[in-house]
């Protein structure tokens, strides 16, 4: 197969009833996948947000001062990682389905929850 008859083969588009429903399956797991993945990234980053302000923790004190910079290390370590090498890592890991999607999407975006909670 060439890549002439791959195109000629896309048009004109299929557009049957059972093809449109398996569009629109996939376009609200694709949105389940994405929601689910900002909720959770969402409540992670509280805590991680917590221990990397530097209202909440005193500098003064060495064991806070090490809690402090080790989180915020964390963050800015996973917020650095883009989401696709996240998905390919959990792929790798879990297999491939929206879970791993989910987990892809909730490591990265806690670390950029966690930091703008954090200021």
Not at 84 to 110: E, K, M
């Amino acid at each position: 197969m060439d890549l002439s008859s791959f195109a000629v083969d896309m048009w004109p588009p299929d557009t049957t009833r059972q093809t449109m429903m398996m569009f629109a399956k996939s376009a609200l797991v694709t949105l389940e996948i994405a929601t689910l993945g900002t909720a959770i990234a969402a409540i992670a980053g509280i805590p991680m947000a917590i221990l990397s302000s530097r209202r909440v923790m005193d500098t003064d004190k060495l064991h806070e001062r090490i809690i402090l910079n080790g989180t915020r290390l964390i963050l800015n370590g996973v917020r650095s990682v883009h989401s696709l090498v996240w998905a390919i890592i959990f792929v790798a890991a879990l297999g491939l389905g929206p879970f791993a999607g989910v987990l892809a999407i909730a490591t990265h975006n806690s670390g950029v929850f966690g930091k703008m909670y954090s200021e």
